[in-house]
């Protein structure tokens, strides 16, 4: 049932450069962080990155024409759900070192079972002795020969779709969604673009907080969150319910407490719904 003028723009726009759009979100900050601190005292450790990304798995359960990539001009169904993401990790000289990860999800977690997902994952990667195989790709392509004949030959390899897993495990550009934080380093949000390489067709960037200029107080903070998509995955439609829905999730985060499989609670308390 793939709508025609769906299939026909990867023929118009043949690359992810093409076809990207940009649009942003100001989360409120402040009702996040009341959130957040809530699920501390009931002893559940949640960030805010963990609150985008269950937003983004759980719209994407119900909407799975956003988990599509683009391919040799071709789209497909992703059989499943990932999430890249960059990370800082110390070294042993006391120097810092980035490294990028990339987390699988099951469509019926929790926030909490997406936390505990992400948490461990963090957790390996950050250890001085971690070496994840994106890291030893990386490191296997020092020599500038090698890495030019290997990304050739991975781009030949994943155009047909003959990329041997292994590779495609390390490769933190073939994701549902790639996120960046980049309010963890007191940076302002921006459009990232998706990359051509891989099949990663939501891009999200958080940024540091900002004074809150939308209710007009500006004692009070908003997060900017930069969105950059693949145009060619679905229709303007399906995008559409994919940002409220998103936004939905990111204003009432308790929704994300119970599995997609199970009925939704009940609305938030009057005061909380006039507030969002």
Not at 8 to 24: E, G, K, N, V, W
Not at 56 to 68: F, G, K, V
Not at 177 to 193: D, P, Q, R, V
Request: glycine share 2%; charged share 25%; hydrophobic share 40%.
């Amino acid at each position: 049932k793939l709508d025609p003028i769906v299939a026909l723009t990867s023929y118009i726009m043949p690359t992810r450069c093409d076809a990207q759009i940009f649009t942003d979100y100001k989360a409120d900050f402040e009702k996040l962080a009341r959130y957040i601190a809530a699920k501390s005292d009931e002893g559940y450790r949640i960030t805010f990155m963990e609150i985008i990304i269950a937003a983004y798995i759980r719209t994407a359960s119900q909407l799975p024409e956003i988990n599509r990539f683009v391919a040799n001009k071709r789209l497909y169904a992703r059989s499943e759900l990932a999430v890249s993401f960059a990370l800082v990790r110390d070294s042993a000289d006391g120097e810092l070192s980035e490294n990028t990860t990339k987390c699988y999800f099951d469509l019926n977690d929790t926030i909490y079972d997406e936390s505990d997902r992400i948490r461990d994952t963090v957790e390996a990667c950050r250890k001085e002795d971690a070496d994840n195989s994106t890291l030893k790709v990386a490191k296997l392509l020092m020599n500038p020969f090698l890495a030019n004949i290997v990304v050739w030959l991975a781009r030949v390899l994943d155009r047909y779709g003959i990329m041997p897993r292994w590779l495609l495990n390390a490769s933190p550009f073939h994701t549902s969604m790639f996120i960046t934080n980049l309010a963890s380093i007191k940076t302002s949000y921006i459009h990232h673009h998706c990359y051509e390489f891989g099949t990663t067709s939501v891009f999200v960037c958080m940024g540091k907080p900002v004074p809150n200029y939308i209710s007009g107080d500006l004692t009070k903070k908003m997060m900017p969150i930069g969105v950059v998509m693949d145009e060619r995955i679905c229709t303007g439609y399906e995008y559409a319910a994919f940002c409220n829905d998103f936004r939905r999730y990111m204003r009432l985060p308790r929704m994300l407490e119970y599995p997609f499989c199970q009925e939704e609670p009940a609305k938030e308390p009057s005061q909380e719904t006039a507030a969002v």
